[in-house]
T-cell receptor, first 115, second 113 residues
Framework: AQSVTQLGSHVSVSEGALVLLRCNYSSSVPPYLFWYVQYPNQGLQLLLKYTSAATLVKGINGFEAEFKKSETSFHLTKPSAHMSDAAEYFCAVSDRGYGGNKLVFGAGTILRVKS | EADIYQTPRYLVIGTGKKITLECSQTMGHDKMYWYQQDPGMELHLIHYSYGVNSTEKGDLSSESTVSRIRTEHFPLTLESARPSHTSQYLC????????????FGEGSRLTVL
């Protein structure tokens, strides 16, 4: 069975500082990997996805993530945090061979950006 | 701009009442999903559908039921609400091609007293 572990339920950074949100996955087959963002009182929005092309994936709003198979990780980074980045971030994994889009999500990491 | 809509956004209801959470999408997606979200917990898949007249239970057992009579519509029903059903319910859809991407509605927050 697939699973996702997000390290740190809360992360706090200063505006302009590096953002690093950690995600480790478990999958018996090559996975699709995703990061979604949820702003208060809104649904989830796709930030970026890895589907076996380049291991460094760039997404919206300056975020990027690197797929590291040896570490089973897919950490999300942004060089310089902005106040508008404050939100909850979810890492998710999908079995690419499944035929459907059933995603397994992590518990989420709430990002706080301090001025 | 959201093309998937959930109503109601917020609902407070008494124990024993029947409720239906509505979900509609205008993207023509074949696949639709219901996830349950509680604070600090993973989103759990409770129902999914790969097309009209197709519904399946997800990974998390739920007392709710769903129907898929039209492509664009995927309502979730609780016949008799209980306090344990208090949660946020997120509806999502995805296209036929297995891109893995889900498109989410804004959620329905249910409180059962």
């Amino acid at each position: 069975a697939q699973s996702v572990t997000q390290l740190g339920s809360h992360v706090s950074v200063s505006e302009g500082a590096l953002v690093l949100l950690r995600c480790n996955y478990s999958s018996s087959v090559p996975p699709y990997l995703f990061w979604y963002v949820q702003y208060p009182n809104q649904g989830l929005q796709l930030l970026l996805k890895y589907t076996s092309a380049a291991t460094l994936v760039k997404g919206i709003n300056g975020f990027e993530a690197e797929f590291k198979k040896s570490e089973t990780s897919f950490h999300l980074t942004k060089p310089s945090a902005h106040m508008s980045d404050a939100a909850e971030y979810f890492c998710a994994v999908s079995d690419r061979g499944y035929g459907g889009n059933k995603l397994v999500f992590g518990a989420g990491t709430i990002l706080r950006v301090k001025s | 701009e959201a093309d998937i809509y959930q109503t109601p956004r917020y609902l407070v209801i008494g124990t024993g009442k029947k409720i239906t959470l509505e979900c509609s999408q205008t993207m023509g997606h074949d696949k639709m999903y219901w996830y349950q979200q509680d604070p600090g917990m993973e989103l759990h898949l409770i129902h999914y559908s790969y097309g009209v007249n197709s519904t399946e239970k997800g990974d998390l057992s739920s007392e709710s039921t769903v129907s898929r009579i039209r492509t664009e519509h995927f309502p979730l029903t609780l016949e008799s609400a209980r306090p344990s059903h208090t949660s946020q319910y997120l509806c999502a859809s995805s296209p036929t091609a297995n891109t893995g991407e889900l498109f989410f509605g804004e959620g329905s927050r249910l409180t059962v007293l």
